[in-house]
């Protein structure tokens, strides 16, 4: 299935014969679906990493809203709380939160930029970049995950359409901009140094950092899951994600072992 959950071990410990129970980590990818102004067309779902298969979806669906479209996830770490750009047919970009289990989202606030992918940093702070369409573009946002407000940080201005982030271990930002070729870049958010490094075939609509493998995951305009060499952009092919639209998100959420008991 496409959830990794921890796994309970038994082993002996000294000068008893009672198995104690050991715990294995692991995590489950989270993906959303564009929509594509089809509100039931908006999923969010679980992708198992290692086929692209999706299971347990559910419409995402906002209280007093119609959804069209779905922009946008990422997990925050500590809590894995699913945090996502929807647009509602106001319309209105809006940051929400998503129940996975049931797709019910709570909204925070109305974005004030057209935000098109979103990445949370180890801090815990969210970072937004926004599209092409929007006013500025291809520009970097940090988010207050309280009401939404954007704060400016600085302009990326590489590729073309298709803007898509995703924060690495290393403590570096990725970043992927274009259609037909899209380019791959390097953003270090503290000194705004940008570092260009390849180029691959294919919008890139989702990016996603597994903490597990220490792999980054993208998915495409085809809904193509893969992963990324980060030395040289090269994509690795996994799978299709069979959702019913393109896959907008890739979040990881990490399953953490309980603390033994004294």
């Known amino acids: ?73 990422a997990a925050r770490p500590g809590d894995g709380v699913l945090f996502a750009v929807i647009q509602t047919t106001e319309p209105a970009r809006r940051l929400v939160t998503i129940n996975p289990n049931t797709g019910v989202a709570t909204s925070i606030g109305v974005l004030t930029n057209q935000i098109s992918s979103l990445a949370f940093r180890s801090t815990g702070t969210l970072w937004a970049v926004s599209g092409d369409g929007g006013s500025p573009p291809e520009t970097l946002y940090t988010v207050n995950t309280s009401n939404a407000a954007l704060t400016l940080q600085f302009a990326l201005g590489n590729g073309a359409d298709g803007e898509t982030i995703a924060f690495h271990g290393n403590g570096l930002m990725y970043h992927s901009s274009g259609n037909a070729s899209a380019m791959f870049e390097s953003v270090n958010v503290d000194t705004q140094v940008v570092t260009p490094i390849g180029t691959a075939v294919g919008e890139m609509f989702a990016m996603g950092y597994n ?38 998100g890739l979040a990881f959420v990490s399953s953490v072992c309980p603390s033994p008991t004294p």
């Open 211 to 248: 903490s597990t493998n220490g792999q980054l995951y993208g998915s495409d305009i085809s809904s193509t899951l893969f992963t990324i060499d980060i030395t040289t952009g090269a994509r690795t092919t996994i799978g299709f994600i069979n959702g019913p639209n393109d896959n907008r």
């Open 1 to 73: 299935t496409a959830t990794f959950t921890p796994t309970p071990t038994a082993t002996a410990t000294a000068g008893s014969s009672t198995p104690t129970p050991t715990c294995t980590p692991g995590v489950t990818l989270y993906g959303i679906s564009n929509g594509f102004g089809t509100p039931e067309d908006n999923e969010i779902y679980q992708i198992d990493p290692a086929t692209g298969t999706i299971s347990n979806a559910h419409q995402v669906t906002l209280a007093g809203f119609t959804v069209g479209s779905s922009q946008a996830m």
